[in-house]
């Protein structure tokens, strides 16, 4: 089982041996700790919690410091175990770094898009707009009709429409990444490609297999 957190850094140019020039991005990830194992005959089902980010023990109530033995973390996250079994080893206080990943893992990384705050639906949803000439005033980025009338949805406005409001902000998970470059000396990984989110946000990085 291949898990960490992370926060997302800069990008960069990655050059490999056979002398191919790839975007990647830096992240800073771990140590993390493991804050709990959940198994299937307490809580229903496998799967490991894991705690990231130091920050003041005054930050943290106290039921979280309880749970934590006093350690006091910003950031949590739960892996379920995709078989349906846990790795051996694994057991509440173990700490885990960058070197659990290789150069040519496959790894997916998910983290909280950029937000873009409201926009109209040209911007959000790709519509083309009004027609530019013939009189054409205010209607330029205008949506069109809603429905509304004795229309399809019978006088109100159907439920899924199309229409202007808040644009990002949302969690995205990019599949299919590889691992260029792992420094422990650092804690950081260099993944091939761009991930989700701003400078500095949080990210998790799970490893899916290794890359052929």
Do not use: C, W
């Amino acid at each position: 089982m291949k898990f960490i957190l992370g926060t997302k850094g800069k990008m960069l140019t990655v050059y490999t041996q056979d002398g191919r020039a790839h975007a990647a991005t830096v992240i800073t990830a771990g140590p993390v700790t493991v804050t709990q194992v959940k198994t299937t005959e307490k809580e229903g089902y496998n799967a490991v919690q894991i705690g990231y980010g130091e920050t003041k023990p005054e930050r943290v109530n106290k039921p979280q410091l309880g749970h934590t033995k006093g350690k006091a973390l910003k950031h949590f996250r739960e892996l379920r175990a995709r078989n349906g079994s846990l790795p051996e080893g694994v057991e509440n206080g173990a700490t885990f770094d960058v070197s659990v990943f290789t150069v040519g893992d496959q790894v997916e990384v998910s983290g909280t898009s950029k937000g873009k705050g409201f926009q109209g639906v040209i911007k959000r949803h790709g519509f083309h707009g009004g027609p530019r000439s013939h009189g054409q005033k205010h209607s330029e980025r205008s949506p069109g009709s809603i429905g509304g009338g004795g229309g399809r949805a019978g006088g109100r406005v159907a439920k899924g429409m199309r229409m202007a409001g808040r644009m990002g902000s949302q969690r995205v998970t990019v599949r299919n990444l590889v691992v260029l470059q792992v420094h422990t000396e650092t804690n950081e990984l260099v993944i091939k490609g761009a991930v989700p989110g701003i400078p500095g946000s949080l990210v998790e990085i799970r490893g899916v297999g290794s890359h052929s």
